[in-house]
């Protein structure tokens, strides 16, 4: 990803990354091998989509065709299509860069002076 002074790294792990736009009140998800570039509510459904995939049935089911996962978010305009391992790598990405969020939405709110 090339350096642009309106991007903010999120949160990157070896997956892939996370990127905030302010300009656009954007998301980038960089992640396998692709880039794409999703609204605040459809990054917030892309996770709770992830968070909802049961990982033990994914891993223990012998039925081929739970070998992947097919997620289709709405207001992204992209199908991942997923194996364990990109849900995994998926969801400690979106974890991170939720907690990343969480964790600067509570430093402003202390750092910042109320107006009485």
Do not use: W
Not at 7 to 13: G, N, V
Not at 22 to 38: I, M
Not at 51 to 67: G, W
Not at 82 to 101: F, I, R, W, Y
């Amino acid at each position: 990803m090339q350096s642009n002074s309106n991007l903010k790294e999120i949160y990157k792990t070896g997956a892939g990354a996370i990127y905030q736009c302010d300009r656009q009140n954007r998301f980038l998800l960089e992640f396998a091998g692709s880039l794409t570039v999703l609204k605040v509510d459809a990054f917030i459904r892309l996770k709770q989509i992830i968070e909802k995939i049961d990982l033990v049935e994914m891993a223990n089911s012998t039925d081929r065709s739970s070998d992947v996962e097919i997620i289709y978010p709405v207001g992204c305009d992209c199908i991942y299509v997923l194996t364990l391992p990109e849900v995994l790598s998926l969801s400690e990405l979106l974890s991170g860069a939720m907690a990343m969020l969480t964790l600067n939405s509570m430093l402003h709110e202390c750092l910042t002076p109320t107006v009485a």
